[in-house]
Protein backbone atom coordinates (compact mmCIF):
# COMPACT_ATOMS: atom_id res chain seq x y z
CA UNK A 1 0.00 0.00 0.00
CA UNK A 2 1.44 3.36 -1.27
CA UNK A 3 2.75 5.47 2.06
CA UNK A 4 0.09 8.63 2.90
CA UNK A 5 1.88 11.87 4.03
CA UNK A 6 0.53 13.53 7.07
CA UNK A 7 -0.08 17.16 6.81
CA UNK A 8 2.28 19.22 9.22
CA UNK A 9 0.33 21.91 11.32
CA UNK A 10 1.60 24.96 8.68
CA UNK A 11 0.75 23.14 5.54
CA UNK A 12 -3.18 22.29 7.31
CA UNK A 13 -3.03 25.73 7.65
CA UNK A 14 -2.00 27.06 4.26
CA UNK A 15 -4.61 24.44 2.69
CA UNK A 16 -7.35 26.17 5.02
CA UNK A 17 -6.49 29.47 2.88
CA UNK A 18 -7.10 27.73 -0.47
CA UNK A 19 -9.87 26.04 0.51
CA UNK A 20 -11.77 29.27 1.86
CA UNK A 21 -11.18 30.59 -1.26
CA UNK A 22 -12.27 27.78 -2.95
CA UNK A 23 -15.68 28.65 -0.98
CA UNK A 24 -15.61 31.91 -1.56
CA UNK A 25 -15.59 30.85 -5.34
CA UNK A 26 -18.84 29.14 -5.16
CA UNK A 27 -20.18 32.13 -3.58
CA UNK A 28 -19.22 34.65 -6.20
CA UNK A 29 -20.50 32.26 -8.81
CA UNK A 30 -23.92 31.29 -7.72
CA UNK A 31 -26.05 34.46 -8.86
CA UNK A 32 -25.11 33.64 -12.10
CA UNK A 33 -26.27 30.25 -12.53
CA UNK A 34 -29.04 30.82 -14.16
CA UNK A 35 -31.23 30.12 -17.69
CA UNK A 36 -29.05 32.00 -20.47
CA UNK A 37 -25.65 32.38 -19.10
CA UNK A 38 -23.13 30.60 -20.39
CA UNK A 39 -20.60 28.17 -19.09
CA UNK A 40 -18.41 30.08 -20.34
CA UNK A 41 -18.92 33.25 -18.56
CA UNK A 42 -19.16 31.51 -15.24
CA UNK A 43 -15.57 29.92 -16.07
CA UNK A 44 -14.42 33.93 -16.75
CA UNK A 45 -15.93 35.00 -13.58
CA UNK A 46 -14.45 32.01 -11.46
CA UNK A 47 -10.81 32.16 -12.93
CA UNK A 48 -11.04 36.19 -12.69
CA UNK A 49 -11.73 35.94 -8.91
CA UNK A 50 -8.70 33.09 -8.59
CA UNK A 51 -6.67 34.88 -9.84
CA UNK A 52 -7.46 38.22 -8.06
CA UNK A 53 -7.09 36.62 -4.87
CA UNK A 54 -3.28 35.64 -5.92
CA UNK A 55 -3.86 32.39 -6.83
CA UNK A 56 -3.61 29.84 -9.64
CA UNK A 57 -6.31 27.98 -10.60
CA UNK A 58 -5.45 24.28 -10.61
CA UNK A 59 -7.65 22.59 -13.70
CA UNK A 60 -6.00 24.83 -16.28
CA UNK A 61 -3.57 23.15 -18.45
CA UNK A 62 -3.68 19.85 -16.24
CA UNK A 63 -3.28 16.78 -17.41
CA UNK A 64 -1.13 15.04 -20.42
CA UNK A 65 0.80 17.82 -22.48
CA UNK A 66 -0.85 16.42 -25.67
CA UNK A 67 -4.70 16.88 -24.52
CA UNK A 68 -3.96 19.37 -21.19
CA UNK A 69 -7.81 20.76 -19.77
CA UNK A 70 -8.48 23.95 -21.59
CA UNK A 71 -10.68 25.80 -18.45
CA UNK A 72 -10.60 26.98 -14.73
CA UNK A 73 -13.47 24.67 -13.62
CA UNK A 74 -14.93 21.51 -14.75
CA UNK A 75 -18.63 22.26 -15.69
CA UNK A 76 -21.04 18.90 -15.83
CA UNK A 77 -24.38 19.79 -17.24
CA UNK A 78 -26.84 16.77 -16.73
CA UNK A 79 -25.70 13.62 -18.31
CA UNK A 80 -22.06 14.40 -17.69
CA UNK A 81 -20.40 13.24 -14.61
CA UNK A 82 -17.35 14.80 -14.14
CA UNK A 83 -14.64 16.52 -16.08
CA UNK A 84 -17.36 19.15 -18.27
CA UNK A 85 -15.39 21.40 -20.49
CA UNK A 86 -17.10 25.21 -20.19
CA UNK A 87 -18.14 26.63 -23.51
CA UNK A 88 -20.98 28.65 -25.39
CA UNK A 89 -23.88 26.00 -23.73
CA UNK A 90 -25.82 28.20 -22.46
CA UNK A 91 -28.15 27.18 -18.93
CA UNK A 92 -32.04 26.88 -18.85
CA UNK A 93 -34.49 25.95 -17.05
CA UNK A 94 -34.69 22.34 -15.47
CA UNK A 95 -30.83 21.93 -15.87
CA UNK A 96 -28.35 20.57 -13.54
CA UNK A 97 -24.54 21.46 -13.44
CA UNK A 98 -21.67 20.05 -11.64
CA UNK A 99 -18.81 23.18 -11.22
CA UNK A 100 -15.66 21.98 -9.86
CA UNK A 101 -13.62 24.25 -8.69
CA UNK A 102 -9.54 23.57 -7.43
CA UNK A 103 -6.93 26.25 -6.72
CA UNK A 104 -3.11 26.30 -6.30
CA UNK A 105 -2.31 29.01 -3.38
CA UNK A 106 0.86 29.16 -1.52
CA UNK A 107 1.88 25.98 -3.18
CA UNK A 108 -1.00 23.61 -1.79
CA UNK A 109 -4.03 22.95 -3.48
CA UNK A 110 -8.12 23.13 -2.84
CA UNK A 111 -10.64 21.49 -4.27
CA UNK A 112 -14.12 21.07 -4.29
CA UNK A 113 -17.40 20.46 -6.11
CA UNK A 114 -21.29 21.51 -6.24
CA UNK A 115 -24.28 20.60 -8.21
CA UNK A 116 -26.21 23.52 -8.73
CA UNK A 117 -30.33 23.07 -9.72
CA UNK A 118 -31.14 25.73 -12.70
CA UNK A 119 -34.74 27.05 -11.49
CA UNK A 120 -37.63 24.31 -11.02
CA UNK A 121 -36.24 21.07 -11.97
CA UNK A 122 -38.11 17.66 -12.16
CA UNK A 123 -38.70 15.98 -9.04
CA UNK A 124 -36.30 12.58 -9.28
CA UNK A 125 -34.09 14.82 -10.12
CA UNK A 126 -33.67 17.15 -7.41
CA UNK A 127 -33.93 13.49 -5.22
CA UNK A 128 -30.98 12.80 -7.21
CA UNK A 129 -29.25 16.40 -6.50
CA UNK A 130 -30.57 15.84 -2.41
CA UNK A 131 -29.24 12.46 -2.27
CA UNK A 132 -25.79 13.21 -3.78
CA UNK A 133 -25.66 15.64 -0.89
CA UNK A 134 -26.66 13.58 1.90
CA UNK A 135 -23.82 11.16 0.19
CA UNK A 136 -21.08 13.27 0.26
CA UNK A 137 -22.68 13.98 4.71
CA UNK A 138 -22.67 10.50 5.35
CA UNK A 139 -19.07 9.80 3.53
CA UNK A 140 -17.70 12.73 5.88
CA UNK A 141 -19.29 11.51 8.77
CA UNK A 142 -16.90 8.37 8.82
CA UNK A 143 -13.79 10.61 8.96
CA UNK A 144 -12.47 10.41 11.82
CA UNK A 145 -9.18 8.96 13.62
CA UNK A 146 -9.34 4.89 13.60
CA UNK A 147 -12.01 4.58 10.63
CA UNK A 148 -11.00 3.15 7.31
CA UNK A 149 -11.56 4.57 4.07
CA UNK A 150 -14.23 1.59 3.46
CA UNK A 151 -16.23 2.58 5.61
CA UNK A 152 -16.60 5.99 3.65
CA UNK A 153 -17.21 3.90 0.91
CA UNK A 154 -19.83 2.01 2.28
CA UNK A 155 -21.79 4.66 3.67
CA UNK A 156 -21.86 6.68 0.71
CA UNK A 157 -23.16 3.17 -1.40
CA UNK A 158 -25.46 2.07 0.50
CA UNK A 159 -27.61 5.43 1.39
CA UNK A 160 -27.50 6.05 -2.89
CA UNK A 161 -28.06 2.44 -4.05
CA UNK A 162 -30.83 2.54 -0.63
CA UNK A 163 -32.85 4.59 -3.24
CA UNK A 164 -31.79 3.41 -6.45
CA UNK A 165 -28.88 5.48 -8.10
CA UNK A 166 -26.06 4.40 -9.07
CA UNK A 167 -22.98 5.13 -8.06
CA UNK A 168 -19.74 5.80 -10.37
CA UNK A 169 -16.75 3.66 -9.66
CA UNK A 170 -14.54 4.83 -12.28
CA UNK A 171 -13.77 8.06 -10.64
CA UNK A 172 -12.84 8.27 -6.56
CA UNK A 173 -11.58 11.17 -4.18
CA UNK A 174 -8.14 11.65 -3.26
CA UNK A 175 -4.76 12.86 -1.39
CA UNK A 176 -4.43 16.31 -1.67
CA UNK A 177 -1.86 18.87 -0.85
CA UNK A 178 1.21 20.14 -2.63
CA UNK A 179 0.24 17.81 -5.37
CA UNK A 180 -3.63 17.98 -6.78
CA UNK A 181 -3.96 14.44 -6.75
CA UNK A 182 -1.83 11.96 -4.42
CA UNK A 183 -2.41 9.07 -1.93
CA UNK A 184 -4.82 7.70 -0.62
CA UNK A 185 -7.61 6.72 -2.58
CA UNK A 186 -11.45 7.34 -1.46
CA UNK A 187 -13.88 5.46 -3.22
CA UNK A 188 -17.32 5.83 -2.90
CA UNK A 189 -18.40 2.11 -2.40
CA UNK A 190 -16.82 -0.42 -0.45
CA UNK A 191 -17.09 -2.54 2.44
CA UNK A 192 -16.92 -1.47 6.46
CA UNK A 193 -14.02 -2.18 8.39
CA UNK A 194 -11.79 -2.68 5.13
CA UNK A 195 -9.15 0.04 3.61
CA UNK A 196 -6.54 2.14 5.20
CA UNK A 197 -7.13 3.01 8.86
CA UNK A 198 -7.44 6.95 9.17
CA UNK A 199 -5.24 8.94 11.23
CA UNK A 200 -4.90 12.76 12.20
CA UNK A 201 -2.73 14.96 9.83
CA UNK A 202 -4.31 12.95 6.36
CA UNK A 203 -6.26 15.61 4.15
CA UNK A 204 -8.20 14.07 0.87
CA UNK A 205 -10.81 14.52 -0.73
CA UNK A 206 -14.12 12.80 -0.62
CA UNK A 207 -16.52 13.78 -4.11
CA UNK A 208 -19.45 11.24 -4.89
CA UNK A 209 -21.17 11.02 -8.65
CA UNK A 210 -24.19 9.52 -8.43
CA UNK A 211 -26.21 8.77 -11.25
CA UNK A 212 -30.46 8.39 -11.86
CA UNK A 213 -29.79 5.47 -13.55
CA UNK A 214 -27.03 2.37 -14.24
CA UNK A 215 -23.31 3.87 -12.32
CA UNK A 216 -22.21 2.73 -15.64
CA UNK A 217 -19.66 5.66 -17.29
CA UNK A 218 -18.45 6.68 -20.90
CA UNK A 219 -15.60 9.00 -22.23
CA UNK A 220 -16.36 11.20 -25.20
CA UNK A 221 -13.59 11.78 -28.10
CA UNK A 222 -12.40 15.19 -26.08
CA UNK A 223 -10.72 13.02 -23.82
CA UNK A 224 -12.01 15.08 -20.83
CA UNK A 225 -15.60 14.96 -20.60
CA UNK A 226 -17.35 11.64 -18.78
CA UNK A 227 -21.05 11.65 -19.17
CA UNK A 228 -24.06 8.43 -17.96
CA UNK A 229 -23.67 5.62 -20.33
CA UNK A 230 -27.84 6.14 -20.54
CA UNK A 231 -27.63 9.47 -20.97
CA UNK A 232 -29.50 9.86 -17.35
CA UNK A 233 -28.74 13.01 -15.31
CA UNK A 234 -25.79 12.49 -12.45
CA UNK A 235 -24.48 14.61 -9.54
CA UNK A 236 -21.53 15.29 -7.47
CA UNK A 237 -20.53 17.34 -4.28
CA UNK A 238 -17.04 17.27 -2.86
CA UNK A 239 -15.12 18.41 -0.13
CA UNK A 240 -11.71 18.66 1.16
CA UNK A 241 -10.77 17.50 4.60
CA UNK A 242 -8.55 16.75 7.39
CA UNK A 243 -8.61 14.15 9.71
CA UNK A 244 -8.13 15.85 13.23
CA UNK A 245 -7.54 14.09 16.48
CA UNK A 246 -11.34 14.19 17.38
CA UNK A 247 -12.69 14.16 14.16
CA UNK A 248 -12.24 16.05 10.86
CA UNK A 249 -12.34 19.55 9.67
CA UNK A 250 -13.30 20.65 6.24
CA UNK A 251 -11.25 22.73 4.71
CA UNK A 252 -13.21 23.85 1.59
CA UNK A 253 -16.51 24.88 3.56
Known amino acids: MSRVALKSAREIELM???????????RIL??????????????????????KAGAVPAYLGYGPRSNPFPATIC??????ICHGIPGAQELKEGDIIGVDIGVLMNGVYGDACTTYTVGKVRPEVAQLVETTRQCLDAGLAECKPGGRTGNIGHAIQSLAESRGFGVVREYTGHGIG?????????YHWGARHTGLKLQPGMVFTVEPMINLGTPETKLLADGWTVVTAD????????????ITPKGHEVLTL
Open 16 to 26: RRAGALVAETF
Open 30 to 51: EPYVKPGVTLGELDRIAEEHIR
Open 75 to 80: ASLNEV
Open 178 to 186: KRLHEEPTI
Open 231 to 242: RNPSAQFEHTIV
